[in-house]
């Protein structure tokens, strides 16, 4: 079978601003999920293991809240989802970036969108399903987790945020890879940054 990797485009403007205006405390996800808990697409969203997961390791985190994944070690906190299959989220950084790497909806390049905020938060989102109300224009100022997705993660400080890339392999597997700041030295050695 041959692999397909297509581009993402990540955009640095916000068009829409508070996007994400309605936070999901943990009992309305609870709530929610368990009420669609026999919907094969909101397990695969938001259930154990998936990069939008609230319950992602096993504490709530609500997603519009930034989160700085960079600084825990995937190894760490997935252990548990590790020992029964159920992650589809993994990370890394070598000297020359940061990796992440999730599993998406399969809905391919059309559906995720990559943000970056202010140079500060990395935004991950999507829309799983058509909003049926029309009284809004705009879902996500709703109650946005009955319609999409989002995980908000903080830039790490050393990171290009400029050149941020973000791929999807077969309409499947998400990757974004944020290049650090290369240091730049003098003629004599002598660190310019």
Known sequence: MASSNKKLEVSFDDQIPNKWCVSLGEETF???FG???????????????SLFSPM?????????DAFPLWEFESEVLLTHLRSFNQTTVD???????????????????NNIQVHVDKGKVLEISGQW??????KTNDWKCGHWW????????EIPEDADWKNIAAFIYN???????????????????KDLA
């Open 30 to 32: 609870k709530r929610f």
């Open 35 to 49: 009420s669609l808990s026999s919907n094969p697409t909101v397990y695969k969203v938001f259930g154990d293991g």
């Open 56 to 64: 992602l390791f096993g504490k709530f985190f609500d997603p519009c």
């Open 91 to 109: 990370w890394h950084h070598t000297d020359e970036g940061y990796v992440l790497k999730a599993e998406s909806l399969g809905t391919g390049k």
């Open 129 to 134: 399903k058509q909003q049926r109300d029309s």
């Open 146 to 153: 009955e319609n999409g997705y989002v995980r908000r993660l």
């Open 171 to 189: 309409d499947i597997f998400l990757e974004i890879q944020i290049p650090k700041i290369q240091k730049g030295y003098d003629a004599h050695g």
